[in-house]
């Protein structure tokens, strides 16, 4: 497949993530000097550690993501009905299919400051890795993240 082919090596995708955070957290980054992300959820949120396996496969910025789950879930553990019973018949929808907002969770409670600092990780996470940005934000949903703070993705 050719997008599996765009991707780093997955054999050391987990110690490339791991050393891509070590040297960016708490360095150039917003929130530099905090030794802490804005977000609780740390390595699972960043795509680093034993949850680097979860993000590799969407981690080119060329990715095209999609949804296929047409029901209420949007995120987490606790699934709608049709989830809990499997009799939900997948539906492909191109694109993120809620608005980012909706993936609001405890350990990671968004605002538009925390979106900020997301949007800016993944787009130094992509310019570090694959050394280019997505050409087709919209599909990531990333402008409507940071609508109305007078910031460019570019």
């Given at each position: 497949c050719s997008h599996i082919r765009r991707l780093l090596p997955p054999s050391h995708f987990e110690q490339t993530m791991d050393k891509f955070t070590d040297q960016?957290?708490?360095s150039r980054v917003p929130w530099a000097g905090s030794r802490r992300f804005p977000w609780a959820g740390g390595s699972a949120y960043t795509g680093s550690g034993r949850y680097a396996s979860e993000h590799w496969v969407h981690s080119h910025p060329d990715t095209e993501p999609c949804d296929v789950y047409s029901g209420d879930f949007v995120a987490g553990v606790a699934l709608d009905f049709a989830a809990q019973q499997g009799t939900w018949t997948p539906q492909l929808h191109v694109g993120i299919r809620w608005p980012l907002w909706e993936y609001h969770e405890d350990a990671w409670p968004?605002?538009?400051?925390?979106m900020?600092?997301?949007v800016r990780w993944r787009?130094?996470?992509w310019r570090t890795l694959y050394k280019k940005l997505p050409t087709n934000f919209s599909q990531w949903r990333l402008e409507e993240a940071i609508e109305g703070l007078g910031v460019s993705l570019h």
């Open positions: 960016h957290w708490g968004l605002s538009q400051k925390t900020l600092q997301w787009c130094l996470e």
